[in-house]
Structures are given as C-alpha cells and as structure tokens.
C-alpha cells in the first residue's frame, strides 16, 4: 500500500517537474463558466485553456480511504464507456508516457464545509478533485462528466482530444438532502428499472431514493418472518397486472447499487391507511369499523384501509417488519408513511404513530413520515415530509422536527405536464417544466427556518405507469430542475440560464436512452 503510495506521488510530482519538455498545444479558447452544468455550481472560475482528456490519461487517487479508490473506478468506467478509452486507477506502467493525470485527493482543507462539498482545479496537464469524502468526490466526479464535450477535436494532435475547459470549481449542496421517491407498489418495477432511475438520479448529484414499497394494491419487500405478505400481498397492482417483489436479496442489491453512488434507499411501509395488501395476507392487521374489508384491489382508490391501532398483536407483526427492514437498510430512516388514513379514529391515528414511530427508533433508525404525523406528539428525531399540509410541517418544526420538502403541487412528478401528457395524474394541478423549477423549497412554507429543513424530494406516484420507458416521461426533465433546486443556491437559479442548460442535457438523455418528455417549452440541443 505504502509503496503505492509512493509511485502515484512520484508520478504526480515528476509529470509537474516534466512540464517544460513537453511540445505546447495551443488549445482554442474554453469557457468553463458556459458549461451547462446542473445543478449549477456554487462557483466557477475559467482561465480558458484546456485539459486534454485522451486515451493516455491516468486517474490517480488518495489510497488511505479505499473508497477515494472506488470513486476513480467509478470515473473510469464512465470514461471508457462513453470514450471507448482503457484507462485504469493507480496503476503505473514504465512505457507510458503520462503527460496528464486526473487526482482525486482526499482534503481536509477547511473550505471543504460539508462531506459532500468538492474543489475542482482543471489545468492544462492536470485535474485535481479535492473533497473531504468520498462521497464528495462522487459529486465532483459526476460535475467533470458533464465538462467532457460532446466532441472530440482531431487536429490538435494525431489522435483525437476531448477538450474539458480549465479553471476551478467550488461547489457544495444547499440542503443535505436531496430525493426522489419512486412507488413499486401501485404498479411494481423491476430491479434493473430501478437500477436506471438511480443511475439518472445520481448523475444529477441527488443522494436519496425512497422506495414507497407497500400500499393498498401490493406489498413489495419480502419479510421472512410473515411470508403472506408477498405471497399473497404482493401479487397484484393497479390495472390488474401480476404485480411483484424485491426478494431480500433484490433489495440488499438496489441498497449497495445505491451505496456505490453514494445514494441512501429510504424503505416506506405505509400505515396505518394504505394497508389493504397487507391486511389481505393477514386478516388480524385489519381495522374493521368504517375499513373496508380486505380483497384484491386494482383500482386507484385511497383512504379506505386501516390497521388495527388496538391490538398488541399489530405491533408485534410491525415490530417484525421493522426489524428486518432495519437489519437490510444501512441508511438512517425508515419511512412509516401516515397519509390519507381517512378510516382510522383520530385517537387510534395519533396512539399508532407515536408506537411505531418507537419501535423505528428501538431499531436504531429515524423515523420519516407524511405531513399528518404532526398530529401526534413526535421525536425531535422525527422527520415530517411535506405534501400538503404546510401548518401540519410548521406543527412539526415547532417540536424540533426536520422537514423534507415535497409540495404536491410543485414537486409531484406524476402530475401531468399539461393536457397533452399521455401519463399522470391532475388531482393536484398540472405540472409544466417551468412551474416545476420556478419556486424555492427555502420559501414554500412561510416562517420555517432553512435550518429545518432537511432537504427536498419529488415522489413519483405509479397509478399511471408501469415501466422505464414510462417513468421516464414523467420524472424527466422535471428531476433534474429539482436536483438544481436541492443543491445550488438561490443567487444561482434561474429559469432563462436554466432552460439554456436542460436544453443540453440532450446527449446524455439520448445516450441514456431516457424516454423524456419533450416539452415545447425548451428549446432542445439535438
Ligand atoms: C400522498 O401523496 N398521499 C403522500
């Protein structure tokens, strides 16, 4: 280790020392600050050279943290994917004349203020990535693929150069938290589906997938100790489809896919309402009084189940699940949903939260939930998520909870686009790319202090799709403006600059083979 150490130091100090040997390219004049990078970036600065990305560079990383290591991996295979290029991460050879280096370099420079703030210094024969954490450098990774052009240029040399603009960059994230949810339950999704949409996400530098992985129509997670669930549970969705399920394994999968991007997976077991699937498979959870009766549902319904809030028995069972879920889920919350459980009594509504959202906590994990749990007497640990009650988020703040932004209205990504868009739903006014990016998650909810707010995330719902090619239309483009709105700061938001940007993403959608929706509103780069 230590004598690796040593070569990539040597190699990183002779290729400076060497400089003044090598023949001068003139570049063409660059512009690091034109780049459409999203989310935007605290700050760039362009000194207008540029860095000649090519098949001879070598990526070099710090070593004591091996995932500075992973990180360089992870740089690589995007390379040579999309270049066709063999680079590798710290491995010398004799033979290779390097002339550039990519270091990824783990700082403890006290600039770097959060573990995902990055520094990125491009010049002509080296990019240093400076970040505290790996999970810093991952975010300073995915801003150098967006500065690789499209292009290559040919003439410089006898062998083609992808010119990435120099200068510096100094970027961190406003908020710590930055989501998206996808439903499996409504209709499920495969793994390799969820795979992609985590890809996409992680591009746009967001850190949290929340799984909304049970409702009315299916139950989707196995739980080895109450198999019906997904045996009879998980048998179903909207439409009448087979529906599914993440076995354990799937899911300890999509939990380490998610990890290698340095994204969390948040698992939600909506209840005490949205429950039909799982009160199917074991009568004794079902309320009874004004629920209805469990049966197999495959219409887009809400607000008629309930578990029972009485019986020791029901928190024996959640005990159960939360548990297990605990046990597979490294992230530090679980998500216990609480919205539109319009048939369980208030007392029983409020007595249910305040158990469950204990037994989370005797699992070693932070309990998130739906505007509605400020009715009960919550942690301060307690995470309430805002998608329509902004009095019910105020109510939880007030009590030292966190709040995550996710206004139905603003942030909903299974709203229509308008009356043309073939998916989603209306129920909380349509969409447009353009209402989707114009509001700040810092203003939403008058007198809530930034402090406490933990971040913002956009659930996709899935009444109305039920596969890629379908979540993609509705979660792209309006993702990425939410990934903007997450990270950058509000001085750097704005929607002309900002429809310039999205207007480039093009590339990468298409080589992503993303479905996006192709709003009239945005002046597409083919
Ligand atoms: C919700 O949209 N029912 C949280």
């Known amino acids: 280790m230590l004598s690796r150490a040593v070569l990539i130091l040597a190699v990183v100090i002779s290729l400076t020392a060497c400089q003044s040997k090598k023949k001068e390219i003139n570049f063409p004049k660059t512009d690091l600050s034109a780049v459409a990078l999203i989310p935007k970036p605290v700050k760039t600065v362009s000194t207008h050279s540029a860095f000649a990305l090519d098949s001879n560079t070598v990526i070099f990383t710090s070593l004591a943290d091996p995932k500075f290591e992973k990180a360089g991996q992870f740089l690589a295979e995007k390379v040579n994917a999309r270049l066709g290029f063999d680079l590798s991460v710290n491995t010398t050879s004799e033979e290779k004349d390097i002339e550039r280096v990519i270091y990824i370099n783990q700082s403890d420079s006290i600039s770097l203020k959060t573990p995902e703030s990055y520094q990125l210094y491009i010049k002509k024969d080296s990019i240093y990535l400076n970040a505290k954490t790996a999970a810093g450098a991952f975010r300073g990774i995915q801003t150098l693929r967006q500065l690789i052009p ?82 009879i549970g998980g048998q179903s969705e909207v439409g009448g489809g087979e529906g599914g399920f993440f076995t354990q394994e799937d899911y300890k999968g999509l939990v380490q896919y998610a990890a290698d991007r340095h994204m969390i997976i948040i698992p939600e077991i909506d209840m005490p309402g949205h429950t039909n699937a799982a009160s199917l498979s074991y009568p004794f959870l079902h309320a009874g009084g004004k629920a209805d009766k469990p049966r197999v549902r495959t219409d887009m319904k809400v607000g008629y189940s309930s578990f029972h809030a009485r019986k020791d028995t029901v928190y024996a069972f959640l005990d159960d699940v939360i548990g297990e879920l605990a046990e597979l889920t490294p992230g530090p919350y679980i998500h216990i949903g609480g919205d539109e459980s319009h048939v369980t009594k208030k007392s029983d509504y409020l007595y249910f939260v305040e158990k469950v959202e204990k037994i989370v906590l005797k699992h070693g994990k932070k309990a998130i939930g739906w505007n509605e749990i400020a009715q009960a007497k919550l942690d301060p640990s307690t995470i309430a998520q805002l998608w329509n009650e902004p009095h019910n988020a105020m109510k939880a703040a007030s009590g030292g909870s966190k709040i995550i932004i996710s206004p139905a209205k603003k942030a909903y990504l299974d709203m229509k686009y308008d009356s043309l868009s073939e998916y989603g739903l209306t129920w909380a006014g349509m969409i447009p790319v353009d209402v989707g990016y114009n509001w700040s998650p810092e203003d939403y909810v008058e007198g809530l202090p930034k402090n406490q707010i933990l971040g913002i995330e956009a659930p996709l719902w899935s009444e109305t799709i039920s596969n890629s090619d379908e979540l993609e239309y509705l979660a792209f483009p309006r993702a990425i403006g939410y990934s903007e709105l997450g990270w950058s700061n509000p001085e750097n938001r704005n929607w002309e600059d900002y429809k310039q940007r999205l207007a480039k993403q093009v590339p990468f959608l298409n080589r992503m083979k993303v479905n996006y929706y192709p709003s009239k509103q945005i002046d597409w780069v083919e």
């Open 150 to 231: 499209e292009q290559s240029n040919d003439t410089l040399t006898n062998h083609p150069l992808w010119l990435i603009p120099t200068g510096k960059v100094f970027d961190e994230p406003q908020f710590e938290y930055r989501g998206a949810m996808l439903d499996v339950a409504r209709h499920f999704f495969t793994i390799e589906e969820v795979k992609k949409f985590i890809d996409l996400l992680a591009y746009y530098k967001y850190n949290a997938l929340h799984l909304h992985l049970t409702d009315d129509q299916g139950w989707r997670l196995e739980i080895k100790s109450w198999p019906k669930l997904t045996e």
